[in-house]
């Protein structure tokens, strides 16, 4: 499910307009507005939002944080799902950084980019070119 259909469907389930649902955000100190809020349900996303705005948006729609997470993966995929693997990969990163802060998160991204970065120079390394894999 996209984040708009999700923002839909709690909406309805919990017959809250979107300026109440921002004022349960804003009771439990995330600054979430109606314009704000209005947009992730009805425009795509251009981008995902910031994890604050994520965890403002778990508290307006009463639901857990990697719900937000995934209708935002979904969204940002253009699919109505996500891949089972991806789900997978993306829950592990939610167990992962739970209770981090944006540094500790910062920093942990790094080494998985320079853990990535290295097996894909590995890969290039020991996977032969299309000129050397054809008979001569």
Request: contains cysteine; aromatic residues 2%.
């Amino acid at each position: 499910m996209k984040l708009g259909e999700l923002i839909s469907k709690r909406r309805a389930d919990l017959g809250l307009s979107l300026e109440k649902m921002c004022v349960r955000a804003r009771e439990q100190g995330y600054d979430l507005t109606r314009t704000t809020l209005s947009a992730f349900e009805t425009k795509p996303l251009a981008e995902s939002p910031k994890r604050r705005t994520m965890e403002a948006l778990a508290v307006a729609l009463d639901v857990p944080y990697g719900d937000v997470v995934m209708a935002v993966a979904s969204a940002m995929a253009g699919t109505d799902m996500v891949e089972a693997a991806e789900t997978q990969h993306v829950r592990a990163w939610l167990t992962l950084t739970e209770g981090m802060n944006d540094e500790q998160i910062e920093r942990m991204l790094r080494v998985v980019r320079s853990v990535a970065d290295a097996l894909d120079t590995g890969h290039q390394q020991s996977t032969p070119n299309s000129a050397e894999r054809s008979p001569r």
